[in-house]
């Protein structure tokens, strides 16, 4: 057993699909359709990423989210801000945190986790 994919919802299925296949270098598994698509790492293993058309509303502090690993976190928090992501407005974090908040272009939580913190 694995996983194989990690679905979020979404509003506009074609604008998440560029920011995602931007951020982490994928490619669409099939054509996107309008309400559906499975995002899947162009090269080599990996979990994929479906987007699904939802009107459900973001969750504030999701159950479920992704933690994107780096080395370099400020500067991929930077490359994802010019993608689209916004920092979310997050009061949970710790004193000395090794992860920044940021949002997707449909409002999904997600972190940038700094590898090399402590």
Not at 47 to 66: I, M, T, Y
Request: proline letters at 7%; charged letters at 25%.
């Amino acid at each position: 057993m694995h996983i194989g994919s990690v679905v979020m919802g979404a509003s506009d299925v074609r604008r998440a699909a560029t920011f995602w296949k931007a951020a982490l270098g994928y490619v669409e598994r099939e054509p996107l359709t309008e309400d559906w698509v499975v995002l899947v790492p162009a090269e080599g293993p990996g979990p994929g990423v479906s987007l699904g058309l939802s009107d459900v509303p973001v969750q504030e502090v999701p159950r479920v989210h992704l933690d994107l690993y780096s080395e370099e976190q400020d500067a991929e928090v930077a490359r994802l801000l010019a993608l689209g992501a916004v920092r979310a407005d997050w009061k949970l974090y710790p004193a000395d945190p090794d992860f920044v908040v940021l949002a997707d272009t449909e409002g999904n939580r997600f972190c940038v986790i700094d590898t090399t913190h402590g």
